[in-house]
């Protein structure tokens, strides 16, 4: 596609449910990021994809949080055991590399998620 | 530690000019950028700058002071449509180079 799409855009759970949210990068881009943004604020990095090897999870909030990008394309983010402290957007940003600095991040819309 | 700073908030007249300031204190610098984000949608690129001085494109413009940790978004001739947040990101130039962004600057422009 043209750009980065996340699916799905809205997505309300039940404290404790499982959720899964979805992100296609732009086709050839190597590097995947997701951020966090809570409402009135930044975006918050949570983890980073370099094709299917996850080299960064340092944001990731805690163990109930969990990423995956089998195949270099596609990437799942994927919460367990939902709090209502989880309810944010969640974005995801690629590039087309890691190189050089100047490099831009093109984001999706993002997934809103509220968890009741 | 990461520290980006920007105000909260900002209001500005359609026609006039509006800087946004940024400073900010992290463990690396690879370079600043400035995102738009318009509510519910995705944030999209700005501008960049990695040396000192002044970067020009249409009405806005960035500015990035290395040694004193600042930056700031200069919007020209405001229209309604530039009514956003304007997020301030470092890139940290480590091993990930990822970008580390402030909490945003809601803007809102006025008749």
């Known amino acids: 596609g043209a750009g980065v799409s996340q699916s799905p855009r809205y997505k309300v759970a039940k404290r404790g449910q499982d959720v899964a949210l979805r992100c296609d990068p732009i086709?050839?881009?190597?590097?995947l990021f997701w951020y966090q943004q809570a409402l009135g604020q930044g975006p918050e990095f949570l983890t980073y994809f370099q094709n299917e090897a996850q080299l960064d999870k340092s944001g990731l909030p805690s163990d109930r949080f969990f990423a995956e990008r089998p195949e270099g394309s596609v990437s799942t983010l994927k919460i367990q055991r939902t709090q209502q402290e989880d309810s944010a957007v969640y974005l995801c940003?690629?590039?087309?590399?890691?190189?050089?600095?100047?490099?831009?991040?093109?984001f999706g819309s993002g997934t809103q998620l509220s968890v009741l | 530690g990461q520290n980006i700073d920007q105000p909260t908030e900002m209001t500005a007249t359609e026609g006039a000019i509006v800087q946004i300031n940024c400073t900010y204190q992290?463990?690396?610098?690879?370079?600043l950028f400035w995102y738009q984000q318009h509510a519910g949608e995705a944030p999209t690129f700005l501008s960049y700058n990695v040396l000192d001085g002044l970067e020009e494109k249409g009405r806005f413009s960035s500015f990035l002071s290395r040694s004193k940790g600042y930056s700031y978004l200069l919007l020209k001739e405001l229209q309604m449509k530039d009514s956003a947040s304007y997020l301030c990101a470092v890139r940290d130039g480590g091993a990930t180079n990822k970008l580390i962004f402030g909490t945003g600057t809601l803007l809102a422009v006025q008749p």
């Open positions: 992290t463990s690396g610098f690879n370079g």
């Open positions: 086709s050839g881009h190597v590097s």
């Open positions: 940003a690629s590039s087309l590399t890691r190189g050089p600095p100047n490099e831009k991040l093109f």
